[in-house]
């Protein structure tokens, strides 16, 4: 499985398009062309970046989702509200959509950061401020999430 990995601080123009760093762009070759999808991240102000086979996939599942229940139809609306696909044209760069740029308060620096099968776009001050954890927090967060999966492996022996 292909995790995009780094994080990078780039600018975004006045036309809204985002100069993606060449490590970041050797990375998106792996997906042979293909279009990738843009969207609003659900819990933080940044933008999420899939490559268009992890968006079908996330999609199957959402799919799967009875619409004629109104939390799901709701859910669904939401998820995918200001979804636009977008390609790196032949200068290295994103157009983010305005309506995608004003969600995620973009200005002219910004971060990338890979997420694993996904990467996210931030505006760099946003980003600063999340990663601005102490180390004592992040240590329980660390444990929280990942405690009890390790702590699992350790019984089974």
Same mark, same amino acid.
């Given at each position: 499985?292909?995790?995009?990995? *780094?994080?990078?601080?780039?600018? !975004? %123009?006045?036309? #809204? =398009? &985002?100069?993606?760093?060449?490590? +970041?762009?050797?990375?998106?070759?792996?997906?042979?062309?293909?279009?990738?999808?843009?969207?609003?991240?659900?819990?933080?102000?940044?933008?999420?970046?899939?490559?268009?086979?992890?968006?079908?996939?996330?999609?199957?599942?959402?799919?799967?989702?009875?619409?004629?229940?109104k939390?799901?139809?709701?859910?669904?609306?939401?998820?995918?509200? *200001?979804?636009?696909?977008?390609? !790196? %044209?032949?200068? #290295? =760069? &994103?157009?983010i959509?305005?309506? +995608?740029?004003?969600?995620?308060?973009?200005?002219?620096?910004a971060?990338?950061?890979?997420?694993?099968?996904?990467?996210?776009?931030?505006?760099?001050d946003?980003?600063?401020?999340?990663?601005?954890?102490?180390?004592?927090?992040?240590?329980?967060?660390?444990?929280?999430?990942?405690?009890?999966?390790?702590?699992?492996?350790?019984?089974?022996?």
């Amino acid at each position: 499985m292909f995790s995009f990995i *780094g994080t990078y601080e780039c600018k !975004v %123009d006045d036309k #809204g =398009r &985002l100069k993606v760093p060449a490590p +970041l762009v050797r990375q998106m070759e792996n997906f042979a062309g293909n279009p990738f999808v843009v969207k609003r991240a659900v819990f933080q102000p940044c933008l999420e970046v899939y490559p268009m086979d992890k968006w079908e996939n996330l999609m199957e599942q959402i799919n799967g989702l009875n619409r004629f229940v109104k939390k799901n139809a709701d859910f669904i609306r939401m998820f995918t509200a *200001g979804v636009k696909t977008v390609d !790196v %044209d032949a200068a #290295g =760069r &994103l157009q983010i959509s305005k309506d +995608l740029i004003a969600f995620s308060g973009l200005s002219k620096d910004a971060v990338i950061t890979g997420a694993g099968e996904l990467f996210e776009i931030w505006d760099k001050d946003a980003y600063e401020r999340v990663i601005s954890v102490d180390e004592d927090g992040f240590a329980a967060l660390a444990e929280e999430v990942m405690g009890n999966g390790a702590k699992q492996q350790d019984d089974v022996s």
